[in-house]
Each structure stands twice: as C-alpha cells, then as structure tokens.
C-alpha cells in the first residue's frame, strides 16, 4: 500500500522549455502534497506543499512564478518549471500524504531534470 | 528553527555486524520522527514513524529508538541490501504546516 507514481523519471530539454511533472497516489487518496528538490549528496528540500483544491504554499525563497503547481484531485498534483534554465537541473520528488498531520509522506521515485 | 543533524555520515560495516545510525533533533512540540531509507537515485521509502519518548519499532534488521532529543536506528546483523541513505526526518507542530525537517542522512555501505 501507500504508492506514489511520479512521471516522467527523467528529461532532458532545451533552455527556456517549460516542463510539467506528474505526481500520483496509486493506492490512496492524498489530502496533502509535497514538492521537495534534492542535490547530489545532499537531503530534501520543501519546496512547497498543496492541499487538493488549494493554492500551493510555498517555501521562502521558492518563485511561485516559476515553479507552477496544481493539485486539482485528491491523486494527482503536478508541478511545472516554467522557462527552465540550467540552474534549474535537480532531482525533484514529490510526496503524498493521506488523513491527519502526523501521517507519514510517501515519496515518488523523482524525476531528474536537466536543462541544457 | 526546527534542526535535524545524522551521524555519522557515513559508515561502513561487514556483512553481520551490528551498529546504530544517530539522529538528533531540535524541535519546538515534536509531532513525530520519521526514518526513511533512500537508494541512490530513487526517492525516500518510508521506514517507521515515532510520536513519543520511550518508544520503539522494528522491521526485520532495523530497530528505530527515541528519546526527548535523539533517535536512534539499530540495524542487527546487516546483509548488502541494506546498503542505502537513512534519512531522519521531524515534523513541526501543525501551525508550521506539518512540514517534514530532514536530516542530511546517513550513508550506510553493508560489504559482503
């Protein structure tokens, strides 16, 4: 139980292209959603959480403008990178989390992004 | 500022010997610790969450502990496929959002 689908794994695009992420939970339904963006050998970092129905919250320092999301169900948020640039290139997870606060998140398996 | 801080960050151990991975933590009204593993390149799978001192919990090898300040993740006996990244995570009271704190993790290598 407790599956979170996160599509595509991996893509690589021109700078100035606009790329959309998909985040599913299979299995349950997520009343809360987790954006987070991770550096090689570093830990995760929130970018910004989505109640279904909701606008994002985001983290400081995170350009709502840039990094578009949507949670329109309770099984599906995506994330877009709007006009991406190299600095752009990361590894981008997404969360899901079902019923109260306390529960755990559970992660997709990331999608790494590269701008060239 | 809630703070999460793993050590070591890294070990290695032979296949069968036992150790524990430290988290320690700085929260303001602790809500629940949670430890994931991470496989390179892969997202976080989720492993135990702890809401109080004193408790604990187990799956196979892996033991998580905790007290007001510090988890604790013993790990029995390890084989190879126990090799990944342990990350320890917090979770701030619910008028910060519930967001999870992560730790830097541990880089845990099991040799044959």
């Known amino acids: 139980g407790a599956v979170v689908s996160q599509h595509p794994s991996w893509v690589i695009c021109k700078s100035g292209t606009s790329v959309k992420i998909e985040c599913r939970s299979l299995?349950?339904?997520?009343?809360?959603m987790f954006w987070y963006r991770q550096f090689p050998k570093q830990s995760l970092m929130l970018m910004a959480t989505?109640?279904?129905?909701?606008?994002?919250?985001?983290e400081q320092g995170v350009e709502k403008d840039k990094f578009l999301i949507n949670h329109a169900s309770l099984t599906l948020s995506t994330l877009t990178v709007t006009s991406a640039h190299p600095e752009d290139s990361s590894f981008y997870i997404c969360?899901?989390?079902?019923?109260?606060?306390?529960?755990?998140?559970?992660f997709g398996d990331g999608t790494r992004l590269s701008i060239l | 500022e809630d703070q999460v801080t793993q050590s070591p960050e890294a070990l290695r151990l032979q296949e069968g010997e036992s150790s524990s991975l430290n988290c320690s933590y700085t929260?303001?009204?602790?809500?629940?610790l949670f430890w994931y593993r991470q496989d390179p390149g892969k997202g976080p799978e989720f492993l135990f969450t702890?809401?109080?001192a004193g408790e604990e919990k187990e799956k196979e090898r892996l033991k998580a502990t905790l007290t007001k300040k510090e988890s604790f993740l013993h790990i029995t006996a390890p084989k190879p496929e126990d090799s990944a990244t342990y990350l320890c995570?917090?979770?701030?009271?619910?008028?910060?959002?519930?967001?999870?704190?992560f730790g830097e993790g541990t880089q845990l290598t099991v040799n044959p």
């Open positions: 299995d349950f339904q997520a009343t809360t």
């Open positions: 969360s899901a989390r079902a019923g109260s606060s306390n529960q755990p998140q559970h």
């Open positions: 995570a917090v979770q701030a009271p619910e008028t910060s959002g519930s967001r999870l704190t």
């Open positions: 929260v303001s009204g602790l809500r629940g």
């Open positions: 702890l809401y109080s």
């Open positions: 989505s109640n279904e129905g909701s606008k994002a919250t985001y």
